[in-house]
């Protein structure tokens, strides 16, 4: 049988491409995993490749591989008995003694990350049960399951919803993936800092109405007792964390200082109260991975001024990018490329085994991909900011901005303008002797295709989930 043995030492999976033709061979899981090679790729015989990778994968790490599976020539000859009953070409052994040493200073450079766990994250979301929020909770749960991400908890500001309904959704969510003892739901913030729904009923007065999406803000805030559960009903047992969202973020960041992952896919209320609450945590966060904001593209947000995440609270959003943090930034110039297809709709809606998480989906997006012309293009957008903190390789053009965001128009003469909440770029620092903006990393480009592979695997994976390595959750 031919086959490829893919042994991967560290806490993420990495991308094998095949050299020649420059595709992804397989979505690797972060420990060890056969692969049956078939006709496509002949080259292969059973062999061993070990993928040492550290807490990131990096685009150096793929190079490495790629040089790896280069100088093998894919055709390894592991087999003492195989050697002597077919004499190795003098290239042979070359090839293995080339391997070994490529192996060997892999080892050397990574042998105490090897040791690391895996990445801590706290995913900071407007929920909903089966939106782009709802398919990164899920996503996210697998990954948890893999061993791929550690996931601490979910952190939950008024966004897409009002707070209360995100909350009910991300409950039943923990629940119906079976990770409702092992992962929390934290309560966030009810209201932006200021642009709560009365700032935003002046800012339909003084501009018009929404010509574009809203959230929450589509109508004032509901009764907290009258939620609307989701298709497979409320959460019977799952109850919030007493911890609510903010201290939550403050307590995890000084529990595991220069450690923590902030996925940020919602309105950035948490997070910015949190760092004005206590600031110590701002050096201490290790790396914060948004979907948000728009830097040449329209936005998407009330009037396309902004993108709806940072226009929603756009005074969260300035705090929390002037900070010096390292920022992963998928804005909306990015998740646009990524229209969900009917494509990968099918593939998901129509798996088998079907689960709860591939019926959900289906019956969301039926109505986008059916006889009918569909109501908008739906995006997913913060998934695609997950597949980039667990692989950044994913992203294939990215850029050093600094951005800033609009939250006041002097010509306006009103406490904010049309433009509030759009999303300001600015290629080199204009304030360089203050400092008072920051640079972030910002993606314009991914390669497509293995992201929706890793996009398509996780949503049709068993649910509840099943956590490798133990015998039983
Ligand atoms: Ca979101």
């Not at 550690?150 to 039943?172: A, H, M, Y």
């Not at 760092?275 to 914060?288: A, E, F």
């Not at 904010?416 to 759009?422: E, I, M, R």
């Not at 920051?438 to 996009?455: E, G, M, N, Q, R």
Request: hydrophobic share 40%; aromatic share 10%; net charge neutral.
């Amino acid at each position: 049988m031919r086959e490829l043995i893919i042994y991967s030492t560290g806490n993420f999976p990495a991308i094998i491409k095949e050299v020649n033709r420059g595709q992804n061979l397989d979505w690797i899981a972060p420990r060890s995993k056969r692969l049956k090679i078939d006709r496509r790729y002949p080259r292969y015989r059973t062999s061993v490749i070990i993928v040492i990778n550290w807490c990131l994968p990096s685009t150096n790490l793929v190079a490495s591989i790629e040089y790896f599976l280069y100088q093998a020539h894919l055709t390894p000859r592991f087999s003492r008995k195989r050697e002597q009953r077919q004499p190795p070409q003098g290239s042979t052994n070359m090839n293995l003694r080339r391997i070994a040493t490529i192996v060997l200073v892999l080892l050397v450079v990574n042998v105490t990350a090897c040791l690391a766990r895996p990445p801590k994250v706290i995913i900071d979301t407007d929920f909903n049960t089966i939106g782009d929020d709802g398919q990164v909770g899920a996503m996210a749960a697998q990954l948890h399951a893999q061993g791929v991400i550690d996931l601490l908890g979910f952190t939950i500001p008024s966004g897409n919803q009002w707070r209360d309904q995100e909350v009910s959704d991300c409950l039943k969510a923990v629940e119906r993936m079976g990770i409702e003892n092992r992962v929390k739901v934290h309560v966030g913030s009810q209201y932006p800092l200021l642009h709560d729904y009365k700032a935003y009923l002046c800012e339909e007065q003084l501009f018009g109405p929404a010509i574009d999406y809203v959230g929450a803000y589509a109508a004032p805030q509901p009764d907290p007792n009258h939620l609307v559960p989701p298709p497979d009903g409320f959460a019977a047992h799952t109850r919030p964390a007493k911890e609510d969202a903010v201290d939550f973020i403050i307590q995890s960041i000084h529990r595991y200082p220069n450690e923590v992952f902030i996925l940020a896919i919602a309105p950035l209320t948490n997070i910015a109260i949190a760092m004005r609450k206590d600031p110590s945590i701002i050096p201490l966060i290790k790396q914060i991975v948004f979907m948000g904001g728009q830097v040449y593209a329209p936005g998407n947000a009330y009037n396309d001024a902004g993108e709806f995440n940072w226009w929603f609270d756009p005074e969260a959003a300035q705090v929390v990018l002037r900070t010096s943090i390292p920022k992963f930034i998928v804005p909306l110039d990015c998740t646009n490329t990524v229209p969900l297809t009917k494509d990968t709709y099918q593939q998901i809606a129509d798996h088998q085994p079907s689960t709860i998480v591939t019926e959900l989906y289906k019956q969301n997006f039926a109505p986008f991909f059916g006889s009918a012309p569909p109501p908008y293009v739906p995006y997913i957008y913060d998934t695609i900011a997950l597949g980039c903190l667990v692989n950044p390789s994913f992203a294939t053009d990215s850029r050093t901005v600094w951005l800033d965001i609009d939250t006041v128009t002097a010509s306006a003469n009103t406490t904010f303008g049309s433009n509030y909440g759009k999303t300001i770029p600015y290629s080199s620092d204009p304030y360089p002797s203050i400092g008072v903006l920051a640079k972030s990393t910002v993606v314009f480009a991914i390669d497509t295709p293995a992201f929706l592979k890793f996009y398509v695997d996780l949503l049709t994976r068993p649910v509840p989930v099943k956590f490798e390595h133990e015998s039983e959750d």
